[in-house]
C-alpha cells in the first residue's frame, strides 16, 4: 500500500500502530497530570503550574520518533488549564497573569497530549488540602467520578449516546448535584479532538445532537463535570479566553497587521489542534486574537463560571472501544473522598457493577490491562476508590 493509499484509509483500533500510539500519548498525559497535582499547591502561580504540564509534554512527546523517515507531529493536544473553585474550564492564564493557587482550593486540571494526531485527554479535581475531603467538595467530586465510572460502562459498542446521557444525571442527583450544562463528551478521530459523534452532558431543548450508537474501535473523550451550583455557567470576561483552535474551514483576509502576523504563527505552529495564546507573543496576539475571533478564524474555548460559592468538579477520560472492551488510557488516583450522601439508587448499583471487558476471552493481553481489568471489575457502590486502575501510569 503506497502512503497516498493509506492516508485515505482512515486510521483506526484496527491497527496495533494506532493503538500503541494512543496509549503512548496516554502515559505521557498521565505522569503529566501527576507532576501538575503535585505542584498544585498554596502560593503556587498558575501559570507557571500551566506551563510546567505542557513543557512535560513536550519534552516526552519530543523524546519519541526522532530518527524516523516521515516527520511525524506530536506534542501538546490541549493546553494545560487549571480552573479553580467555582471556575469551570479553559484557564490557562497568559505569562503576566499573578493568580495564585491558596489551601482549600478545589482545582480542575485538565492536559491533552498526541502522538501523530492520535489524542489522548484527561481531567482531574483535587483539593489543596491534607486529609480526606469531606461535605459538598466530596459530593461534588463524588459525582463526577461516579458518572465517569457509570459513563466508561455505558459507552459500550450497541449502546446509544443519550443513554448515557441520562445515566449521568442520574448519578449527580444522587449527591445532590448538577451536571453542568454545554460540556460534550467527543468521539477522538487522528487529529480531530471534537469529532461528529457527540455526548451531551445534559438534554434540553436548547442543545440538540445527533443520536449516535457507540461502535467497536472508536475512540471518545468522555468528559464530566458536576456543580453544587445551577449548572448553567457564564462567560463573564472574554479577555480571560487564551484557548483557541483553528476554524480549519474559515477563511478571511485580515485588515491588521497585528493580526495577519498572529495567524501566520497560527497556521505555521498550531494548524489543527488547540493552543494556548501564552505561545504567541504576548502584545501583538491580544490586538491580533480579536479580529481572528470576530471573523470566524479561530475558535475560542471561554473561561465559564458558575456563581461564586458554587464548587465544580470535573473528570475527563480517554476510553478505547477495544474488541475485548473499553479501555480506559487516561487517569488519576482521587484523594480520599467522604461523601456526604451513600448511594442508594439500585440502578446506579447495577450500573457500577458492570464490568467493562466482554466476555469473549481475546488471546493475548498485556498484563498492564490486567491489572486495570479487576480495579474496573471489583467496582461496587463505593467508586469513591475505583480510579480504574491507573493503566499506563507505572
Given at each position: ?44 502561580k ?119 446521557t441520562?445515566?449521568?444525571?442520574k ?15 467527543h ?6 479532538i ?16 445527533d ?34 483552535k ?148 507505572e
Open positions: 500500500m503506497s502512503d497516498d493509499e493509506r492516508e485515505e484509509k482512515e486510521l483506526d483500533l484496527t491497527s496495533p500502530e494506532v493503538v500503541t500510539k494512543y496509549k503512548s500519548a496516554a502515559e505521557i498525559v498521565n505522569k503529566s497530570l501527576q507532576l501538575v497535582v503535585s505542584e498544585c499547591k498554596a502560593k503556587a498558575v501559570v507557571d503550574v500551566c506551563e510546567k504540564g505542557d513543557a512535560y509534554i513536550r519534552e516526552q512527546t519530543g523524546n519519541m520518533y526522532k530518527n524516523v523517515k516521515k516527520k511525524i507531529e506530536r506534542g501538546v493536544a490541549f493546553p494545560t488549564c487549571i480552573s479553580v473553585n467555582n471556575t469551570v474550564c479553559h484557564f490557562s492564564p497568559l505569562a503576566s497573569d499573578e493568580t495564585v493557587l491558596e489551601e482549600g482550593d478545589i482545582v480542575k486540571i485538565d492536559m491533552g497530549c498526541h502522538i501523530d494526531g492520535f489524542i489522548a485527554v484527561v481531567a482531574h479535581t483535587h483539593v489543596i488540602q491534607a486529609g480526606p475531603v469531606t461535605g459538598r467538595a466530596a459530593d461534588v467530586i463524588a459525582a463526577a467520578n461516579t458518572a465517569a465510572e457509570v459513563a466508561l460502562r455505558l459507552v459500550r459498542p450497541g449502546k446509544k449516546n443519550k443513554d448515557v441520562e445515566a449521568i444525571q448519578v449527580a442527583a444522587a449527591y445532590d448535584c448538577k451536571i453542568v450544562e454545554g460540556v460534550l463528551s468521539q477522538l478521530k487522528q487529529f480531530v471534537d469529532g461528529n459523534k457527540v455526548i451531551l452532558s445534559v438534554s434540553n431543548s436548547d442543545t440538540r445532537v443520536d449516535a450508537e457507540f461502535e467497536e474501535n472508536e475512540v471518545y473523550a468522555i468528559d464530566i463535570v458536576t456543580s453544587t451550583g445551577e449548572g448553567k455557567p457564564k462567560l463573564l470576561d472574554e479577555k480571560h479566553t487564551t484557548i483557541y483553528r476554524a480549519v474551514d474559515k477563511n478571511y483576509h485580515l485588515k491588521m497587521k497585528a493580526s495577519r502576523f498572529i495567524f501566520s504563527e497560527i497556521n505555521q505552529k498550531f494548524p489543527i489542534l488547540p493552543f494556548t495564546a501564552r505561545a504567541l507573543e504576548e502584545k501583538r496576539a491580544r490586538l491580533g486574537l480579536v479580529e481572528c475571533v470576530n471573523h470566524d478564524l479561530l475558535q475560542p474555548y471561554p473561561v465559564l463560571h458558575e456563581k461564586p460559592g458554587d464548587l465544580v468538579a470535573h473528570i475527563k477520560f480517554t476510553v478505547l472501544l477495544m474488541p475485548n472492551g473499553s479501555d480506559r488510557i487516561t487517569s488519576h488516583p482521587l484523594q480520599e473522598l467522604q461523601p456526604t450522601k451513600p448511594i442508594d439508587d439500585p440502578e446506579i448499583k447495577a450500573w457500577l457493577a458492570l464490568g467493562t471487558k466482554t466476555k469473549k476471552k481475546g488471546g493475548g493481553k498485556k498484563k498492564k490491562a490486567k491489572k486495570g481489568d479487576k480495579a474496573e471489575e471489583s467496582t461496587e457502590a463505593e467508586p469513591m476508590d475505583a480510579t480504574s486502575g491507573n493503566d499506563g501510569q
